[in-house]
């Protein structure tokens, strides 16, 4: 199974939050799940693909040609894509994926979790999102999110699109589903 993180390419504030991206690549890695993510050897990025290499498991990598530098493109894992742009790489990603999990991160880790939840939406695919809510990080989106259901903006059955998990385990349940 491919698993598509999203997450940041800054480590954050929390160290705690780097700590169990490196656990979580490591339990994909033991689970046989390969990963799919944005390309990057820093951050949170670098973290679970480092993890998840050191524990036998398959990393592809899919950056953008303008941020192959900017981001420090990894070079090892076990294949880097290149692609032209952003809208390549998030194609590209979700044909690789089979479920998609949010790891805490910024703008892009948001515009990429809210991208592949309108592909659901629409009936562009049909697989996994999960919200791994590490900490409590994405706490108000997901009060936001429900808020925009009792305010009549999402439909309730497509709020369902968005699993959340609390914990590591619970996580790769979800994607499992797929």
Known sequence: MNICVYCGSSPGNDPDIINRAGAFGKLLAENDHNLIYGGSSLGIMGTIADSVMVNGGEV?????????????????????????????????????????????????TMEELFEIITWNQIGLLDKPVTIMNLNGYYDSLIEMMDHSVEAGFIKPNNRKIVQVAETLEECLELCEQA
């Open 60 to 108: 592809i990598g899919v950056i953008p040609e303008n941020l192959f530098s900017k981001e420090v493109a990894h070079r090892g894992i076990t294949r880097l894509i290149t692609v032209k742009d952003m809208h390549q790489r998030k194609s590209h990603m979700a044909e690789l994926a089979d479920a998609f999990v949010a790891f805490p991160g910024g703008f892009g």
